[in-house]
């Protein structure tokens, strides 16, 4: 049986946990003090959405121009940083081309970590492969609040020609700032 609430019965008279969603008006504001703050909430977003076409056959990493920089909010924040990478692979005359892609903050690898290099290898002989490579990181490094990071796809080969960003499609990095 619904409890009518007026200024003569008050809210002391509902028990906890009788309110359903349904019962809420959709309009209804919920205090921010009334949240479980246990769970990170996303501070900010920032993406750059990349149209160029590169390519290298350095055999040292070099930056990509999938470069993006954001400013942190929060000295506890985590960065998750995601880039989608559409590469070409291969060109007449470069068989067996490899590509080694991996994330990077302000020049240097997450925490040292070595686990967001990905390889891809060449498959066709005389025609352009077309493929993606997609990398994720959470960097969990602390960040001064109100200062700028870099974050980058960086590329090295095994010496032949790896392009990427062609005509096919486009390469994206984003970053999330989340509050921890």
């Keep these: ?54 390519g290298t056959t350095s055999t040292s990493y070099v930056t990509t121009t999938l470069t993006k920089n954001i400013t942190a909010i929060s000295s506890t924040s985590k960065f998750l940083v995601t880039a989608a990478i559409n590469g070409m692979y291969l060109n007449a005359g470069s068989t067996g081309a490899q590509g080694f892609w991996k994330l990077a903050v302000n020049g240097g690898d997450f925490s040292g970590a070595n686990t967001n290099h990905h390889s891809e290898s060449g498959r066709a002989a005389l025609i352009g492969e077309h493929d993606s490579v997609t990398l994720h990181m959470l960097d969990t490094v602390s960040k001064t609040a109100g200062t700028t990071h870099t974050y980058a796809v960086y590329l090295k080969t095994n010496g032949n ?20």
């Excluded at 909430?41 to 990349?50: A, E, G, T, Y």
């Design 1 to 54: 049986m619904p409890t009518l609430i007026s200024g003569s019965t008050g809210v002391n008279k509902i028990t906890d946990g009788t309110i359903v969603n349904a019962d809420i008006a959709s309009g209804a504001a919920i205090d921010g003090s009334k949240i479980n703050s246990s769970f990170g909430k996303v501070l900010q977003v920032v993406q750059f959405i990349d149209t160029s076409y590169s």
């Design 161 to 180: 020609l790896v392009k990427y960003g062609d005509t096919a499609g486009t390469s994206a990095i984003t970053i999330m700032e989340i509050e921890s």
